[in-house]
């Protein structure tokens, strides 16, 4: 059993920063790739950022510059720090683990509000 446990969204202003934290729970973490996704109100879910078991990390052109990705795997929680953010990054942000060879999993999801 996996679960995920997403927290530290909020309303912000624009060009504040919020950090968002991803608690995994059970023993895939350090083999996951771990990834942030978001969903705005009448939009499909997109992919954020991830980061691999080793470190390496990639990120939507909208946030790159703006949002780093960080994983400790000793406490098998992932973060996304997010820094001057704008009114387009609201949405529900949701942590996804991505297991080799099984499906899925996902948080419940945290929203961002970004007020202009």
């Known amino acids: 059993q996996v679960s995920l446990v997403e927290s530290g969204g909020g309303l912000v202003q624009a060009g504040g920063s919020l950090r968002l934290s991803c608690a995994a729970s059970g023993s895939i973490f350090s083999i996951a790739v771990m990834g942030w996704y978001r969903q705005a109100p009448g939009k499909q879910r997109e992919l954020v950022a991830r980061i691999g078991s080793g470190g390496s990390t990639n990120y939507a052109n909208s946030v790159k510059g703006r949002f780093t990705i960080s994983r400790d795997n000793a406490k098998n929680t992932v973060y996304l720090q997010m820094n001057s953010l704008k009114a387009e990054d609201t949405a529900v942000y949701y942590c996804?683990?991505?297991?080799?060879?099984?499906?899925?999993?996902w948080g419940q999801g945290t929203q961002v509000t970004v007020s202009s």
């Open positions: 996804n683990a991505d297991v080799p060879l099984a499906p899925d999993y």
